[in-house]
């Protein structure tokens, strides 16, 4: 009769009968296991041939120019088609899908991950963030009008890269971030729970080398620093370009957009507009500034105004783009025929169905002194055909850094599988043939970000504009 010992659970079965148990179930597990992953896997081949083939033929039925410079597209297509139909998800089917666009040897026309995919990565730490003792009361008897009004996705914030970091670059007057202590020239390493060096790794190596790094990753921290989660605050830390340069936390709430909103249209809801006109005083008279975010039939108009019925005691003038990504291309001419009394080219556009040329038509009371014109990185489209076309006419002189190299109407479009398609459409040239697509406008004077002149309230590039358009209107200054 067998016997238990004491410290043997009654229940408790021998090793042997546990080894034949083990080596029965554990095939027939895995026997009914297998079937399913093999149809999982299966449906995943599935779909990134589905995407795979909407990629291809997107590029084969848009692409502006018919003969592909000689490329054979079709055959590019079966070079890379196996490899996609093997790939079981978005991450191995997206480098394969970055070769073959590269295939055509273009900017701009790359998959990307979504920005919700790349968020999601480089969040890191669940644990509340101190704020420190400049962060305004959380009590609500002790809100400011704007904390209380409806939340929104307005904070008043631009942002620059510079290098491997994130740059306030500017901060409107009045904005919640202006009343929250942010300044420009302050570098920005945490916004919510997003550990920025860590995003920056994350976009680096996912996002497609065609597409703007810049816009890509100010994109994302753009919608970031004006979407807290259900209207609450919104953290972020900034680390100061001068003296003990600690990270300091500092807590606002976005607002709903104070400004005016411009009508929606075709395939564009309705877009804050952003507008300045003023005039900045030279000892022989002033300059009439024109700063706006984007070209558009609102702004339009009240361009025209501006220079229309601008003072007599205006010499000079600057038109700011600084951050403006573009809009309706044909409005870099209309703005154009406002500064000239001379008909002139600022390029011409080709795409499948035929060709645009943008020319400036001379208008009345037109603007025919000096001018500058400012842009930056996240200049774009609209803004890189008037500011070449006029840098090439003679018609103005540019300063800041060069722009984003965005000149072509492209389209982002979501693939099957989740990534997004980049795709351009036409291509541009100026008068000169000269091709701004990927090279950009490179500024007659290039000027860096200064982070310590910008934390100090001074703005180089608007400086040195001014500096010339002074020597421009007074023979005597050196």
């Known amino acids: 009769m067998l016997r238990h010992r004491r410290d043997q659970a009654p229940s408790a079965l021998p090793c042997r009968t546990l080894l034949i148990l083990v080596s029965v179930l554990l095939p027939l597990a895995l026997f009914l296991v297998a079937p399913a992953v093999q149809a999982e896997d299966k449906a995943q081949n599935e779909l990134s041939l589905v995407t795979f083939e909407e990629v291809w033929s997107t590029i084969h039925t848009s692409y502006y120019d018919a003969d592909f410079g000689g490329l054979d597209w079709e055959a590019i297509g079966e070079k ?37 995919d790349l968020e999601e990565q480089a969040l890191i730490g669940q644990a509340e963030i101190e704020v420190d003792s400049e962060t305004p009361p959380a009590d609500e008897n002790d809100r400011s009008d704007d904390e209380k009004a409806p939340s929104g996705s307005y904070s008043g914030i631009h942002l620059r890269m510079l290098g491997p970091d994130v740059l306030i670059s500017r901060v409107m007057p009045d904005s919640p971030a202006a009343k929250a202590g942010l300044r420009a020239g302050q570098r920005v390493s945490r916004i919510g729970k ?22 890509f990753v100010l994109s994302v921290l753009g919608e970031l620093i004006g979407e807290p989660n259900k209207g609450d605050s919104l953290v972020i830390t900034v680390v100061d370009p001068r003296g003990r340069q600690q990270p300091k936390t500092v807590r606002y709430r976005p607002i709903q957009y104070p400004g005016k909103m411009s009508a929606a249209m075709a395939n564009m809801g309705s877009m804050p507009i952003r507008y300045e006109d003023k005039q900045l005083p030279l000892p022989h008279g002033d300059v009439l500034y024109l700063g706006f975010n984007i070209f558009l039939p609102d702004v339009m108009s009240q361009l025209r105004t501006s220079i229309n019925e601008r003072s007599d005691d205006v010499i000079g003038l600057i038109v700011d783009l600084r951050g403006n990504p ?18 002139y080219s600022l390029g011409q556009m080709t795409m499948r169905s035929g060709k645009i040329n943008f020319v400036a038509f001379p208008q009345q009371n037109a603007f025919l002194g000096p001018i500058a014109v400012l842009v930056d990185a996240m200049s774009a489209s609209t803004s890189e055909i008037f500011a070449a076309g ?31 398609l980049q795709h351009a459409i036409a291509d541009m040239r100026t008068t000169k043939g000269r091709r701004v697509e990927g090279r950009g406008v490179i500024p007659d004077k290039k000027i860096p970000l200064q982070p310590n002149k910008l934390f100090a309230g001074q703005d180089p590039v608007l400086d040195k504009a001014m500096q010339w358009l002074q020597r421009q209107t007074n023979v005597n200054t050196p």
């Open 326 to 343: 573009g809009g309706i291309g044909l409005m870099a001419s209309g703005l154009a025929g406002l500064l000239t009394e001379k008909q």
């Open 390 to 420: 006029l840098q090439e006419a003679g018609r103005a002189r540019v300063f800041g850094r060069p722009t984003m190299g965005a000149a072509l109407p492209s389209f982002i479009r979501k693939l099957p599988n989740g990534d997004r």
């Open 80 to 116: 890379y088609r196996p490899d996609a139909s093997k790939a079981t998800n978005a991450a191995e089917l997206r480098p394969i899908l970055n070769a073959m666009l590269k295939e055509l040897g273009e900017s701009h026309f790359g998959v990307i991950p979504s920005s919700e």
């Open 194 to 215: 997003l550990d920025v060096e860590t995003f920056l790794a994350k976009s680096a190596s996912m996002a497609s080398k065609s597409f703007s790094k810049d816009y």
